[in-house]
């Protein structure tokens, strides 16, 4: 079982709710660094990250990234299917999360 603290939220720009394992997140520079900082943040101190421009099917997609990289860095290389259509919303979201 996994326990609350061991897990984040990341809520879409349509207010769908993502709930990942903190290690897939972690996978995110950004997300690493809003959810381990000091201070009061509410990030870390609720353990969600709202992104109100990121789409929930991009942020889907983005979190299933997450879980692949956990897999491909322990030695598990499969492919990562892209839909076409997705690319570039996907690119800007990557880049935002340095991913």
Not at 10 to 29: D, P, Q
Not at 42 to 48: D, I, N, R, S
Request: with cysteine.
């Amino acid at each position: 079982m996994v326990r609350k603290e061991d897990t984040v939220r990341l809520i879409s720009a349509e207010g769908y709710e993502f709930v990942i394992e903190r290690e897939a997140a972690l996978v995110s520079n950004t997300l690493k660094n809003m959810l381990t900082s000091t201070g009061s943040f509410t990030e870390t101190q609720l353990g969600e990250v709202r992104f109100p421009e990121i789409s929930a099917p991009i942020l889907e997609k983005v979190c299933q990234y997450f879980y692949w990289s956990l897999q491909f860095a322990s030695g598990k290389e499969t492919e990562f299917h892209i839909d076409p259509e997705m690319t570039l919303e996907l690119m800007m979201a990557a880049n935002y999360l340095h991913t």
